[in-house]
């Protein structure tokens, strides 16, 4: 009897030794998979440390003005953006109030229109231009505004009046009629030419061999219209959160310089949205350039 034994209880050792190889070996496929799941997105602090989404929410509720610099066809920053107007709020009610760069200040009138009811989408988009990933990526914003009685401040300048001052200087503003430069902040307005971003559109402009300044000037003049947009809707208490491409509100620049001329004392919050291949460690050239940085990965989709 143990001569049959001897070799089945060697059979089942065998068995089992080969068991726990397969074990292990599928264990450490499972975690070299979990590895290299992709992560869709890491914030970090000015100074590159890794912080969650919960602590950028915690910073900015104290903040009179938040600016989400995004990258326009980015989706997993215009779904930031919506977490965070949903965030402030909450706590703010009727005291909160949003503005982006992507509505122009003549269009305030169809926005209104849409954010009363009046309007459905298809309405605000056949009486305005809008930007070709409108339906995607702002909607959803400008919707939850409207359901939820939200002030949505077209801030930014009609693109012509940006586009005229590239093309032939603020001279050619003076020819416009009294009814159009109510689409503008009021003339002549300050530019600090010292400013690193304006001196990078100086540069730029060089670059495209067109005039450096005028181009720093049509930029300019957006950044100026927009701040002088929130100020012009800016009451006691407000607190905003205001959309725009990262370049109007990086290093604590461009709007948010324009805005601090008149409330020096605003506190402010900024976010930029970059992109990188590794999430895991802030790029050096992204350091100190907002508050905090949304890093989300080279190959994320694009929405335009």
Known sequence: MSSILNPLCSILVAIQSIMKILLTTLLLVSVRLLAQSPQAYQWFTASGKPVSF???????????????????????????????????????????????????????????????????????????????????????????????????????????YASRVFKKGLISLDSISETEKKWICPLPFPMDTTLSQYKELIQMGKDMHGNGLNFALSQAIKDATMAYSML?????????????????????????????????????????????????????????KADFILVVPNGMTRTM
């Open 54 to 160: 919960e602590k950028v929410v915690k910073t900015s509720l104290p903040a009179d003005a938040v600016f989400f610099g995004e990258l326009h066809d980015d989706p997993i920053a215009h779904w930031m953006q919506n977490l965070l107007a949903q965030e402030l709020f909450s706590k703010y009610g009727a005291d909160f109030k949003l503005g982006a760069e992507m509505f122009e200040r003549n269009q305030q009138v169809a926005i209104n229109r849409f954010l009363s009811g009046e309007w459905n989408e298809k309405t605000l988009q056949d009486s305005s231009k809008m930007w070709s990933n409108f339906s995607s990526d702002y909607l959803p914003l400008l919707a939850y505004a409207r359901d939820n009685k939200i002030p949505y401040i077209a801030t930014n300048i009609p693109r012509m």
């Open 232 to 288: 012009e809707n800016w009451q006691a208490g407000t607190h905003f959160l205001h959309l725009n491409g990262s370049y109007h509100s990086d290093f604590h620049q461009s709007i948010v310089w324009y805005l601090q001329q008149t409330k020096p004392q605003a506190k402010v919050i900024t976010i930029s949205t970059v992109t990188q291949d590794n999430l895991k460690k802030l790029e050096k050239e992204y350091l100190q």
